[in-house]
């Protein structure tokens, strides 16, 4: 994904995506370093479906490996 993902990202509504989509995109948004905005709102919507916080970054941890999954928890603690 490119950095104008961001910007579809912005006219996307993230409720219409699929939980395995919405993990593309949290990957794509930690590894192309994505505004601390588009990452909240990927992190919201998993939320919104049922995942923790916890949860998600164990689930991160499991697909991208520790250094993807130490970034989001490091965001998430700045945020």
Known sequence: ???KTEDILEKTDLKTLWTDTLFELLHDALKNNW??????????????KGYK?????????KRYGDDVAEKLYKKIKKN
């Open 35 to 48: 505004s601390n905005n588009a990452l909240r709102q990927i992190f919201k919507e998993l939320k919104n």
């Open 53 to 61: 916080p916890e949860k998600v970054i164990q689930d991160v941890k």
């Open 1 to 3: 994904m490119t950095e």
